[in-house]
C-alpha cells in the first residue's frame, strides 16, 4: 500500500528553462506525441475524450491492425495537433511487455527530430486497482530516470476511491446511509493516501514530474484541468504552444499563447504596407493580414472539426464579416489614400480591431463547443451572428480607438502588446454576453459558465 511506501534515491531530472529549446513552433514540430501507459480498463479512452476531445472510435490507429505502441493513433478532424501512442500497463511476469515499452521509448528518445521524438508519458494508475504498483512498474521507473521525457502519472477513478473509503466507513457499506461528514471523512482519506503515493512516485523519480489525480464526475472537472497546468510545467518550452493547440480543456492557455506567439512580421508587414504613401495595395494589404491572423488563430485554436468546415472559402468570409462589417469600405479608403504614415494609424488599428476579433471569436467558440463534438457549420453561423449582434465587437473596437495612437501604431511589440490587454479586457466582457445569452435556451452547447478560464483565475496561469 501506499502508506508503506518509501522513496527510492532521488535522480536529478532536468529542468528546462524559457531561453532553452526556443525554436519556433512551426518551424520544428505541428504535432503533439504523447505516449499513455496503462493497464486495461484505467480510464484511457475517457481521459482522451475529457482532455483532447478525442473520440476512439474516430480515431485511426495507422498499423491498421493488432494493438502495437509503435502504430500512432490520430483523429486529424477531432484533433490535428496530437499523436497519440498507447500502451498497456505491466502485471507481474509480463516481461516482454515491459521491454517492448522500454524498447519503443528508447527508439523515439534516438531520433534527431522534434518531431519524431516523445514529447510526455502520461502513466496512468488507477486509484481502486488493489494492487497500484507491481514490481515490473518500479522497474520500468528505474528506466525512466534516466530520461529526460516529461512525466505525469495520472491518478484516475479518484470519483470511485473516494466511494471506496466512504464505503468502509459507513455500516454494512451501504452508501445511502453516509452523510456529509462521511463523505468529508472519504475524501480526507483518500488525499491521505494520494500523498503518500505522489511522495513515493516524485521521491522515485526525481524532479521534473507530476502527480494528479483526475475522476470521472463532472464535480470534478477542476482536476483535469490541474492536470493540463501540470502537464504545461513539465513540457519543453518550445513544445508549449504544440501542447496549448493539442490541449482542448483550458481557454486561457490557447489565449495566452495566441497573443504571445503572434507572428511578428504580420504586425509588421501591416505596419510598413499602411505606412507607403500612393500604395493603391494597401487595401489588400488588410485583406492579407485578415487571412494570415485567421490562419494563426485557427493554428492555435484548433478548434474539434476545424480540418474539414473551414477549408471551404466561405468561411473565411463568415469571419470577416463577423469583426469586420465595413472592411470593403475600409480596404477601399486605404487604396486610395495617399498620405501614407500620416494617415497609417487609421488602418493600423483596424487590423488591430481585425485580430482582436478573430482571437476573441475563437475563444466563443471553443467555449461553445463541447470537447466531445465537432463544429458543425449551423454552430459557427449561430456563434458568429451572436458575436455580430453583441456588445463585444464594439467594446473591443473602441479600446483599440483608444489605444492605437500615431506615437504606438509604428511599433510592432506595442501593437502586439495592444492586442494582448485589449483580449484580455474582452475575455471579461465575452464571458458575461456567452452566460446572459444562454440563460434563455438560446444555445444548449455551452456546458458551464467557464470561470475557471478567466484571466487571471487563480491556479491556472500559464
Not at 112 to 134: A, G, K, M, N, T
Not at 162 to 168: D, I, T
Request: charged letters at 25%; proline letters at 4%.
Amino acid at each position: 500500500m501506499a502508506s508503506h511506501m518509501t522513496p527510492h534515491t532521488i535522480s536529478t531530472r532536468r529542468v528546462w528553462k524559457p531561453e532553452q529549446e526556443s525554436d519556433y513552433y512551426e518551424n520544428e514540430c505541428g504535432k503533439f506525441r504523447i505516449c499513455i501507459i496503462g493497464k486495461a480498463g484505467v480510464g484511457k479512452s475517457t481521459l482522451l475524450s475529457r482532455v483532447f476531445g478525442m473520440d476512439e472510435a474516430g480515431a485511426i490507429r495507422t498499423g491498421g491492425g493488432r494493438h502495437n505502441i509503435y502504430d500512432p493513433i490520430v483523429d486529424e478532424n477531432r484533433n490535428s495537433a496530437l499523436i497519440i501512442h498507447d500502451s498497456c500497463g505491466f502485471e507481474a511476469g509480463e516481461e516482454g511487455n515491459l521491454e517492448a515499452v522500454k524498447g519503443f521509448v528508447e527508439y523515439r528518445s534516438s531520433k534527431p527530430s522534434l518531431s519524431e521524438q516523445l514529447h510526455c508519458i502520461w502513466y496512468c494508475i488507477s486509484l481502486v486497482d488493489p494492487r497500484q504498483l507491481h514490481g515490473a512498474e518500479k522497474t520500468f521507473f528505474t528506466f525512466l530516470r534516466e530520461k529526460e521525457i516529461p512525466l505525469v502519472f495520472v491518478l484516475t477513478k479518484y470519483d470511485a476511491f473516494v466511494r471506496e473509503k466512504v464505503a468502509q466507513i459507513v455500516e454494512d457499506g451501504d452508501l445511502e446511509n453516509a452523510d456529509s461528514r462521511d463523505w468529508e471523512e472519504g475524501r480526507r482519506q483518500a488525499q491521505e493516501h494520494i500523498t503518500s503515493l505522489r511522495s513515493y512516485l516524485e521521491g522515485s523519480m526525481g524532479y521534473g514530474v507530476k502527480v494528479q489525480e483526475v475522476s470521472r464526475a463532472r464535480k470534478d472537472e477542476r482536476l483535469v484541468r490541474k492536470l493540463v497546468v501540470g502537464t504545461t510545467a513539465i513540457v519543453k518550452p518550445n513544445l508549449r504552444i504544440v501542447w496549448f493547440r493539442a490541449q482542448g480543456v483550458l481557454a486561457g492557455q490557447k489565449r495566452t499563447a495566441c497573443v504571445k506567439h503572434f507572428p511578428e512580421r504580420i504586425i509588421h508587414e501591416l505596419v510598413v504596407s499602411m505606412s507607403l504613401p500612393f500604395n493603391v495595395f494597401r487595401g489588400e494589404a488588410l485583406r492579407k493580414f485578415f487571412e494570415l491572423t485567421f490562419h494563426h488563430c485557427k493554428t492555435v485554436w484548433n478548434l474539434p472539426g476545424q480540418s474539414l468546415l473551414f477549408t471551404k472559402d466561405e468561411i473565411q468570409q463568415m469571419f470577416l464579416d463577423a469583426s469586420q462589417s465595413s472592411i470593403r469600405r475600409t480596404s477601399l479608403a486605404a487604396s486610395l489614400g495617399p498620405l501614407g504614415p500620416l494617415d497609417s494609424p487609421r488602418y493600423v488599428k483596424v487590423g488591430i480591431q481585425v485580430a482582436c476579433d478573430l482571437i476573441l471569436i475563437f475563444q466563443q467558440l471553443f467555449w461553445a463547443t463541447p470537447r466531445r463534438q465537432k463544429l458543425n457549420r449551423g454552430d459557427l453561423r449561430r456563434e458568429l451572428d451572436l458575436y455580430k449582434e453583441s456588445r463585444i465587437r464594439d467594446a473591443l473596437h473602441a479600446l483599440v480607438e483608444g489605444m492605437v495612437g500615431y506615437g504606438n501604431s509604428f511599433s510592432t511589440n506595442k501593437l502586439i502588446e495592444i492586442i494582448g490587454k485589449v483580449v484580455e479586457d474582452g475575455c471579461r466582457i465575452l464571458h458575461g454576453e456567452m452566460t446572459s445569452s444562454r440563460r434563455g435556451g438560446n444555445v444548449g452547447s455551452l456546458e458551464e459558465p467557464p470561470f475557471a478560464e478567466l484571466p487571471g483565475s487563480e491556479g491556472f496561469k500559464i
